[in-house]
């Protein structure tokens, strides 16, 4: 099973949160940002927001996807053996049975990933709980809060947190900030992970809009046609951000939105090929007239889309097709697990 599937259910159980500007002792953890944002929550507490719905044509970073029929799913069955090479609990492709089409109202998708710096704009704004990957990697810390501290407490937290691959102790305190301040606004910039499903949805509803359906997501990057992968039928390799590049580490294999010119879709939808899984609206079902009886159908689990950059030796063409049919428990969460928005016209 895939990286971002086996460990996303343990995710938040990991390291404690971010501590304050004197080196922690084990037992008085505390937030960097405690001042400003709220420390995470396991279990998630979607936000009781006041229901609103954008409307018009589609803006600057968004894509009107028309009205029409699709192909959706597949019929495909795993004829290299590829579950038995690769030891997957689950067989491939039969949760995509069969292949039909599918016809949508017209709707509009955003063209790009939601950004770290847009989904953080939305947790100061809303005090919505951050990700707890924020505690652990520094990301939740607020500039003002780095230029107060001590420079003996920008060193240790710029190795031990925020992972930087330089020797502090040569560095003053300028030197620092310099540097911890560019790893913040490089970590802008990324797609935004660590989110669970209520997360997503809670921020979409934010905006007026909502997480796509599974079909919208589906149409948006096989086009009318059914392709394979964005692009096209063929897997070619460096279109999308598939983590293949190993010079690339785990915490450096998810990119910005729209870095992967080639990863583009029929209707100019990027990034749906690769760089991070997306989280859609629906619940696990099977498809109208399908012959596969999956246990997780009765889990409510909810369905995650499209390749992630963080799949390390998983990272099989096949999971970056546009019918594959990924699915977790709505609550979990996973460092290259990001979303999108959707609206009707």
């Not at 409307?55 to 996807?65: D, Q």
């Not at 939305?122 to 990697?137: D, G, K, L, S, Y």
């Not at 019918?323 to 990001?338: F, K, L, P, Q």
Request: charged share 25%; aromatic share 10%.
């Amino acid at each position: 099973m895939l990286r971002h599937i086996i460990s996303i259910s343990v995710f938040l159980l990991l390291a404690p949160p971010l501590v304050g500007c004197d080196k922690p002792e084990p037992s008085t953890h505390t937030s960097l940002a405690e001042d400003t944002m709220p420390a995470n929550a396991l279990t998630p507490q979607p936000l009781h927001l006041v229901p609103t719905t954008k409307a018009g044509p589609p803006g600057e970073h968004e894509i009107l996807i028309p009205a029409g029929a699709f192909v959706r799913g597949s019929n495909k069955v795993d004829e290299a053996g590829l579950q038995e090479r690769y030891g997957f609990v689950t067989p491939l492709f039969v949760n995509e049975h069969p292949e039909h089409r599918f016809t949508l109202p017209a709707f509009i998708l955003d063209k790009y990933e939601v950004t770290n710096a847009e989904y953080k704009t939305f947790v100061m704004r809303t005090h919505h709980p951050e990700p707890q990957a924020w505690i652990q990697n520094g990301y939740n810390v607020h500039g003002d809060k780095l230029r107060r501290a001590h420079v003996d407490n920008l060193r240790w937290i710029s190795t031990d947190y925020f992972n930087l691959d330089i020797n502090p102790e040569t560095l003053d305190k300028p030197q620092l900030l310099e540097a911890l301040l560019a790893k913040q606004s490089q970590r802008d910039a990324l797609a935004a992970t660590a989110v669970n499903w209520f997360d997503a949805d809670d921020y979409c509803r934010w905006l007026g809009k909502r997480l796509p359906t599974e079909a919208e997501w589906e149409k948006a990057a096989r086009g009318p046609n059914g392709n394979e992968y964005p692009w096209g039928n063929e897997w070619a390799p460096g279109f999308a951000n598939s983590g293949e590049n190993p010079a690339q580490e785990d915490d450096e294999s998810i990119m910005p939105p729209g870095s992967f010119p080639k990863d583009v879709s029929y209707y100019g939808i990027f990034d749906l090929g690769g760089n991070v899984s997306e989280w859609v609206a629906d619940v696990y079902q099977p498809y109208d007239d399908s012959d596969f009886d999956d246990p997780n159908y009765a889990k409510q689990h909810r369905i995650v889309k499209g390749g992630g950059a963080g799949m390390g030796h998983y990272g099989l063409s096949t999971f970056f097709r546009g019918a594959r049919r990924a699915h977790t428990a709505a609550e979990s969460a996973s460092t290259d697990v990001g979303f999108r928005c959707a609206r009707e016209e």
